[in-house]
Nanobody
Framework: QVQFVESGGGLAQPGGSLRLSCAAAGSIFEIYTMGWYRQGSEKQRELVATITSNGRTNYADSVKGRFTISRDNAKNTVYLQMNSLIPEDTAVYYC??????????????WGQGTQVTVSS
């Protein structure tokens, strides 16, 4: 059994910063690509950023230069540092990972989601 536990969401003012964390727990053998997605009100879930196991990153155009994804492989944790936040960043943020566990084939897992609200 593998699960993600997210933390760090909340309310920020425009121009402010927030940092999201997501830790994977369970009988993990290896974690491959990890990422963050978001879903705003009445919108489809969209990619925010991904990071491979060797640190190669990819960002949505809308967050380039403002958000930074990173990971700590020893802690099975992925982070999203969000700076220069704008109201359009308001959404539920979900972490994602492709994980090989000890007891199951390579599968995709999702966190429970954390609300980020950017408002003055």
């Amino acid at each position: 059994q593998v699960q993600f536990v997210e933390s760090g969401g909340g309310l920020a003012q425009p121009g402010g910063s927030l940092r999201l964390s997501c830790a994977a727990a369970g009988s993990i053998f290896e974690i491959y690509t990890m990422g963050w997605y978001r879903q705003g009100s009445e919108k489809q879930r969209e990619l925010v950023a991904t990071i491979t196991s060797n640190g190669r990153t990819n960002y949505a155009d809308s967050v380039k230069g403002r958000f930074t994804i990173s990971r700590d492989n020893a802690k099975n944790t992925v982070y999203l540092q969000m700076n220069s936040l704008i109201p359009e960043d308001t959404a539920v943020y979900y972490c994602n990972g492709h994980i090989q566990s000890m007891t199951a084939p390579l599968s995709e897992y999702w966190g429970q989601g954390t609300q980020v609200t950017v408002s003055s």
